[in-house]
């Protein structure tokens, strides 16, 4: 039995509606550079650096604390 077509232009119609409302995603370059900020390292440097002074420190001085 065909489908009559009363019923057939609303089934259409709500397919469109569907289909209109699908995200898009859209790749597309940033308009100002990258950067990337490099400061980890001379942190961990200096950190490493004051752990080793106060190592020193503590040896010379048991008594310090």
């Keep these: 039995m065909p489908w009559p077509t009363t019923c057939a232009a609303p089934l259409v119609a709500a397919g469109l509606l569907l289909a209109a ?3 898009t ?3 597309q370059a940033p308009d100002k550079p990258i950067t990337i900020n490099l400061n980890v390292k001379l942190d961990a440097e200096v950190r490493v650096k004051l752990e080793e002074k106060a190592e020193e420190d503590i040896q010379k001085n048991p008594d310090i604390f």
């Design 25 to 27: 995603v859209k790749v």
């Design 21 to 23: 409302c699908q995200p």
